[in-house]
């Protein structure tokens, strides 16, 4: 059997006469270093999208993965796209491209209508940046970094989507921060300047919470979208037609807000307006996730009984 001390791995036997094999500190936590290294930098998927291409059987795939840096100590968001082809139940990789680190983006999304116009939320250490990008050229990069806080790039807040025209992009940040101290700030809190407002708590731990943006693509001006109070909108998308009507959650909340990342019987509603103001509620309960059908002309979206188990099975509506 093994037995451990400070400094060695003795090897002990039942025998006397077995001698014991010493393994020096130093050599045993570089060999434990780099199993650990080797078992943890194996890449995860986080996300993917496969598309047809024009040859049958044959697939594009672009996947997203997490890798850990251990000499950075920080985790890095690596894009790769690969061709497959798919036949007799079973996937070959025909050709891969080359991995691109893309931790400074926290969302990307391309037009609906437009194949080869992109947009792309970055943010790192402090620098905040709406970019624009046709057929992998660099349009645009408007700072938006004084407009208002970090992006949300999550499942239940983030938001990044095109209007029908491609004119203008919608996504969820922090509001600005608020003044520190004077008239200003009482202003800004409703004539309060000790108003609680608290985070959402869990991964949302000393965010402020979210509100939509809309960037003009054109000359990138920004505008804070005015929502209904008592309300974090996210899950943002843009309705037919080209009045720039757009559907969103609002998670309801008072002073203090519950968690709501593991937590899908929350009080949430459906809202729809337009962008210059306006929004009605158009369903109420603890919805999620809104998405339109293939038709165009209907929203879908999943719904749990409000109140009730937290991970209760959701309905479709």
Request: glycine letters at 12%; a neutral charge; hydrophobic letters at 45%.
């Amino acid at each position: 059997m093994y037995t451990a001390s400070r400094d060695v791995f003795a090897a002990d036997s039942s025998s006397s006469s077995s001698a014991s094999k010493e393994i020096p500190a130093d050599e045993f936590g570089a060999a434990v270093r780099a199993a650990f290294e080797e078992a943890y930098a194996r890449p995860s998927v986080a996300a993917g999208v496969v598309r047809r291409t024009a040859q049958a059987g044959v697939v594009s795939a672009s996947i997203t993965t997490w890798q850990r840096d251990f000499s950075g100590a920080r985790k890095r968001r690596v894009a790769q796209t690969l061709v497959l082809g798919i036949g007799g139940g079973h996937a070959a990789e025909l050709a891969a491209g080359a991995a691109a680190d893309i931790s400074s983006e926290v969302q990307a999304l391309e037009s609906p209508t437009d194949a080869a116009l992109r947009a792309v939320l970055r943010g790192d250490k402090g620098t905040r940046a709406v970019e624009i990008w046709r057929g992998g050229v660099l349009q645009h990069s408007f700072d938006v970094a004084a407009a208002h806080g970090d992006f949300y790039g999550d499942a239940t807040f983030g938001s990044l989507a095109w209007s029908n025209d491609n004119s203008v992009v919608v996504y969820a940040a922090e509001p600005p921060a608020q003044p520190a101290h004077g008239a200003d700030m009482a202003a800004s809190l409703d004539a309060s300047p000790f108003a609680l407002d608290g985070d959402w708590g869990e991964t949302f731990g000393g965010k402020r919470p979210p509100v939509l943006v809309a960037l003009r693509v054109a000359d990138g001006t920004v505008r804070v979208l005015q929502t209904p109070r008592g309300v974090s909108p996210g899950q943002a998308l843009f309705l037919p037609g080209a009045a720039h009507r757009i559907a969103f959650v609002g998670y309801e909340h008072g002073a203090r807000k519950p968690g709501l990342v593991y937590c899908q019987n929350r009080p949430a509603a459906l809202f729809v307006g337009a962008l210059a103001g306006g929004f009605e509620r158009v369903h109420s309960g603890a919805v999620r996730s809104p998405r339109l059908a293939p038709s165009g002309r209907t929203l879908v979206f999943l719904e749990t009984g409000a109140g009730g188990p937290h991970a209760a099975a959701s309905a479709l509506r």
